[in-house]
């Protein structure tokens, strides 16, 4: 896409990420996490500016079931476009990179938790060839607010296999 650059955030990106999407505690996390090489934050810049995120999770799963049901599956998670530049293919082209980066890192799979009621991100993860589990929903984790509290949802998990 034209003018569209995608690439994992750096340490000193994090104040244009929270000037430009908040979440103060959530993008420091997760830069502290890629550091340690526990996730990757990838970043969406247009016009120097950054317009969205997804950050691959490569830990085991805060949730049970899915530790139990795809064991050392990466998740994409916390997908998020500025609202101005929505519907512009911006999230298609983040999970893009994500799934491109992890085939090249060797992975068959790749899986996802999307609250139930978010039918837009439902939508547009099908179309990307994502599937539901054969599984009951799981309770998740949202990412937390700037004091730390973390809301609990009902979330249900989506697997797409990667070619290799
Ligand atoms: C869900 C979200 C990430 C989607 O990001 P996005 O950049 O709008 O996604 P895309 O533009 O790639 O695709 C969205 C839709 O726009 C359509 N689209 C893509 N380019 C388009 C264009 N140039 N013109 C019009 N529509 C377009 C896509 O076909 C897609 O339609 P579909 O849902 O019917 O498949 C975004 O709406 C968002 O940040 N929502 C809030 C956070 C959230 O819910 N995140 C998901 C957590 S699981």
Redesign the pocket.
């Known amino acids: 896409m034209r003018d569209l650059t995608i690439r994992p955030a750096r340490p000193d990106d994090l104040t244009s990420l929270i000037q430009r999407l908040g979440q103060d505690r959530f993008f420091a996390d997760r830069l502290d996490r890629q550091t340690d090489q526990r996730g990757v934050l990838l970043t969406a810049w247009r016009a120097g500016l950054v317009i ?1 995120d997804v950050y691959l999770w490569l830990e085991p799963a805060e949730e049970p079931e899915i530790r139990e049901h795809l064991p050392g599956t990466p998740l994409v998670t916390h ?3 500025h609202p101005e ?8 082209s983040l999970i893009g990179a994500a799934e491109q980066l992890l085939t090249v890192a060797g992975h068959d799979q790749v899986a ?1 938790a ?2 139930v009621t ?1 039918r ?2 439902a ?2 993860y099908t ?1 990307l060839g994502y599937q539901e589990w054969p599984h009951p929903p799981v309770k998740c984790y949202s990412p937390g607010d700037d004091n730390g509290h973390r809301r609990v949802e009902i979330c249900n998990v989506m697997v797409k296999p990667l070619a290799g």
């Open positions: 969205g997908l998020e476009i530049h929505r519907r512009q293919g911006v999230g298609t996802l999307v609250e978010n837009a991100a939508k547009l179309r």
